[in-house]
């Protein structure tokens, strides 16, 4: 493998090595960018592509190791670094500081162009592999939400709402300030929430008003359903969405199913999973429930907070109601309080919510 076309940037104060390098590197087929000092090297580097840098380290000014690390925090490009003064720079080092090799002078020409087409090949094994693993991430994540749908076919009003929830939950979490791994697992765990109605009859989930006390017995168990679908897996987005499935109807003050935990016992997740869902249980359709406008549904929440919800959970919602609003594909319009239209849906309802 030559280095055809490959954009190699040199960096050495020394006018007759760079000559040498640019004129050995392009009979090798690359297209070289030569710059005698790191200042000028960082604004080729940032107007023109390059993939792969070589540098010198004892330059005037900023020495190599400098301009390598300015370097990398402007752009993702490697860099083969090169020095005489191998009694001062030891390869390891050099290596732990971000470069990828590291030649020594006087330089063999032959044995610098393998060198650059080594770390050309595997920069591009990388990439190769990076964009494997992004397509296998994206082809489990299609499972994911797939079996979600299956799950979810019994209910022809939840369509929507498995992905709204997703939206709404991320956007909690990083209101929350929660890391940026637990938002994107979150993310995609949070429409797994009601997989465990697959194990529900569509006669019970579909009824129009409120169910019997036997009927909403078997609605809770989804939580336990969805959580033996998901056990036992090593996937940090199955893990979480069982731990969700299984805790997302459980309360505050410990009145919750299907296991009665209370406060923090209740999983993060489950808590911020709880009042996404709750919301938009008011303000869309449901075949048990007529739609309830902003102002009710604010009120509702506000209402539960450390009884039903997590107060500070439930407070960063309210504090950002209209941002929750806009993910909605609802636009309802406010309607007044009157006593009829707080008693659409009852506290009983309430506790069996679907």
Not at 182 to 203: C, Q, T, W, Y
Not at 259 to 266: C, F, H, S, T, V
Request: proline share 4%.
């Amino acid at each position: 493998m030559r280095l055809s076309k490959t954009r190699i940037l040199i960096v050495d104060d020394n006018a007759a090595t760079l000559k040498l390098l640019e004129h050995a590197l392009s009979k090798e087929g690359a297209v070289c960018l030569t710059a005698n000092c790191g200042d000028s090297a960082l604004e080729i580097a940032a107007d023109q592509p390059v993939d792969l840098v070589l540098t010198d380290i004892h330059m005037p000014g900023m020495d190599g190791l400098q301009f390598m690390e300015k370097l990398k925090k402007r752009v993702s490009v490697d860099v083969v670094v090169m020095t005489a003064d191998i009694g001062r720079f030891r390869y390891d080092k050099i290596i732990e500081m971000g470069a990828v090799d590291f030649l020594v002078k006087p330089l063999n020409m032959r044995e610098v162009a393998l060198r650059l087409q080594r770390a050309i090949r595997e920069r591009r094994l990388i990439g190769e592999l990076e964009a494997a693993h992004e397509t296998i991430k994206q082809s489990y994540l299609d499972t994911i939400r797939r079996l979600v749908v299956a799950a979810e076919h019994n209910d022809e009003c939840t369509g929507d709402h498995i992905a709204r929830m997703s939206e709404y939950c991320a956007l909690l979490a990083q209101l929350m300030k929660l890391p940026k791994n637990f938002v994107e697992n979150l993310r995609h765990a949070a429409p797994m929430h009601d997989i465990g109605k697959i194990g529900i009859s569509n006669r019970i989930l579909s009824k129009p008003g409120s169910l019997s006390d036997k009927e909403f017995e078997r609605v809770k168990t989804h939580t336990l359903i969805g959580a033996h679908i998901l056990e036992d897996s090593a996937s940090e987005v199955i893990s979480l969405g069982r731990e969700i499935a299984l805790s997302h109807h459980e309360k505050w003050d410990g009145t919750g199913y299907p296991n009665g935990l209370k406060g923090e016992e209740i999983p993060l997740s489950g808590r911020i999973v709880c009042v996404a869902d709750v919301f938009d249980t008011l303000i869309s359709p449901r075949p048990y429930k007529s739609v309830y406008p902003p102002s009710l549904a604010y009120s509702f929440i506000e209402e539960r907070l450390g009884t039903h919800f997590d107060p500070f959970i439930g407070r960063t919602f309210l504090d950002h109601f209209d941002k929750f609003l806009k993910l909605s594909s609802f636009v309802v319009e406010e309607l007044p309080q009157t006593a009829e239209l707080k008693s659409i849906l009852s506290e009983r309802d309430i506790s069996k919510m679907r």
